[in-house]
């Protein structure tokens, strides 16, 4: 099957369930109509969702080291993430609510469940 961006038309590339062929694309389609918000927020919810899914399936436990190609396997979105916390030691980990991670050398990420005193 065909994928085209639904904005430009333009064949896209990649993964299949992919709408647009970049952000610019995506956020063009959604400024070109304000009546498209509400669709817009609730696929952005999904992606955030989905990453937060993919975190928690990666690692149950809550802290675990694997490569950064297995999350996108599973689909994750390195893009799209709810906010960020710095530690004392200048790392900056990126959650999906309560699933985080940080990025490590080698094309490797640590997978960290939100705790209280962050
Ligand atoms: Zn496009």
Redesign the pocket.
């Known amino acids: 099957m065909d994928n085209n ?1 639904i ?2 038309g ?1 064949k896209i590339k990649g993964r299949i369930d992919k709408r ?3 952000n610019q ?1 995506r956020n063009a389609w959604h400024n070109s109509n304000p009546n498209r918000s509400e669709s817009f927020i609730k696929g952005i919810n999904k992606i955030l969702r989905k990453n937060r899914s993919v975190l928690r399936f990666a690692s149950p436990e809550g802290k675990t080291t694997v490569r950064k190609d297995f999350l996108l396997d599973l689909g994750f979105d390195f893009n799209y993430f709810t906010n960020t916390y710095k530690t004392k030691n200048k790392n900056i980990y990126h959650f999906c609510y309560d699933y985080g991670y940080l990025k490590l050398e080698d094309e490797k990420v640590l997978i960290v469940k939100w705790q209280k005193y962050m």
């Open positions: 961006c904005y430009c333009n647009f062929c970049d694309c």
